[in-house]
């Protein structure tokens, strides 16, 4: 990507922030006041398996369903991301809150 592109998106998302920080704040501390939210996100913070990302949940007393149910809300909210399937299958936090 040409590098001027690159340097104006980050500007653009640097204004987004600082316009929409009390918004991003309250949001950061609602999601992360879920102890399950909280475990996806901490073990996600770079690829990571979704056993582990299961395991992380499962320490925390959640279900197998309700897992699937919280990464699939964190997933919809842009705040983690997946890539591959079936026993590749990994998540990543996007860094947003």
């Given at each position: 990507?040409?590098?001027?592109i690159v340097e104006r998106l980050d500007q653009v998302i640097a204004l987004l922030k600082i316009a929409h920080?009390?918004?991003?704040?309250?949001?950061?501390?609602?999601?992360?006041?879920?102890?399950?939210?909280?475990?996806?996100?901490?073990?996600?913070?770079?690829?990571?398996?979704?056993?582990?990302?299961?395991?992380?949940?499962?320490?925390?007393?959640?279900?197998?369903?309700?897992?699937?149910?919280?990464?699939?809300?964190?997933?919809?909210?842009?705040?983690?991301?997946?890539?591959?399937?079936?026993?590749?299958?990994?998540?990543?936090?996007?860094?947003?809150?």
């Amino acid at each position: 990507m040409d590098e001027e592109i690159v340097e104006r998106l980050d500007q653009v998302i640097a204004l987004l922030k600082i316009a929409h920080a009390d918004a991003i704040e309250t949001a950061r501390k609602r999601i992360r006041a879920d102890k399950v939210y909280a475990a996806i996100l901490d073990t996600a913070g770079k690829w990571s398996s979704a056993a582990k990302v299961h395991t992380a949940a499962k320490r925390k007393g959640s279900a197998r369903s309700t897992t699937s149910r919280k990464i699939a809300e964190l997933i919809e909210l842009g705040l983690l991301e997946k890539q591959g399937g079936g026993k590749t299958l990994e998540y990543r936090a996007t860094g947003l809150i």
